[in-house]
Nanobody
Framework: VQLQASGGGLVQAGGSLRLSCAGSGLTFSSYRMGWFREAPGKEREFVAA????????HYASSVKGRFTISRVNAKNTLYLQMDSLKPEDTAVYYC???????????????????WGQGTLVTVSS
């Protein structure tokens, strides 16, 4: 299984970015997926997760109402639309596959696997 995250960059506070995560080596539509982030000097934290299609989602309180997770199974791709970005959103963002036996919803990183390489998002003030 390989996950390739992309779309990060430098943006001013209040701006938007859309991250993508392309999956290969798995039946993409059979797995719940998630986004996590790791800021400098901090532990990796949950951002958002999505069910097998776009019917159920779950967000961290810090991003709810600003970020939107979605997926296009026909393209084996997961997305994270990030609006109203804040400097505290600066981090490396990772996508991951939720383990089949994990409960829903979960925010724990050990309930996910096959982490992608991450994409850096920097929000300037």
């Amino acid at each position: 299984v390989q996950l390739q995250a992309s779309g990060g960059g430098l943006v001013q506070a209040g701006g938007s970015l859309r991250l993508s995560c392309a999956g290969s080596g798995l039946t993409f539509s059979s797995y719940r997926m998630g986004w996590f982030r790791e800021a400098p000097g901090k532990e990796r934290e949950f951002v958002a997760a999505i069910g097998w299609n776009n019917d159920i989602t779950h967000y961290a309180s810090s991003v709810k109402g600003r970020f939107t997770i979605s997926r296009v199974n026909a393209k084996n791709t997961l997305y994270l639309q990030m609006d109203s970005l804040k400097p505290e959103d600066t981090a490396v963002y990772y996508c991951a596959v939720q383990k089949r036996d994990a409960r829903w919803p979960t925010t724990l990183d050990f309930d996910f696997r096959s982490w992608g390489q991450g994409t850096l998002v920097t929000v300037s003030s």
